[in-house]
């Protein structure tokens, strides 16, 4: 259940980013906001080869 949620979240996460040219700039983002995208995305790529 939870590695479908995970999933589901990352892939919420990519879209975004891919609906935004170059992403979201850092300055409308908060450090933690970025630490926890890149903790998730680091998650989800291990859960994926896995």
């Known amino acids: 259940m939870?590695?479908?949620w995970a999933a589901?979240?990352?892939a919420e996460r990519?879209?975004?980013l891919q609906a935004k040219p170059?992403?979201?700039s850092p300055r409308n983002q908060s450090p933690s906001d970025?630490?926890?995208g890149?903790?998730?995305l680091k998650e989800w790529k291990a859960r994926s080869n896995e």
Request: charged share 40%; aromatic share 12%.
């Open 2 to 4: 939870e590695t479908s």
């Open 8 to 10: 589901r979240k990352a």
């Open 14 to 16: 990519l879209e975004t």
């Open 22 to 24: 170059n992403g979201p």
């Open 34 to 36: 970025r630490f926890e």
């Open 38 to 40: 890149m903790f998730r």
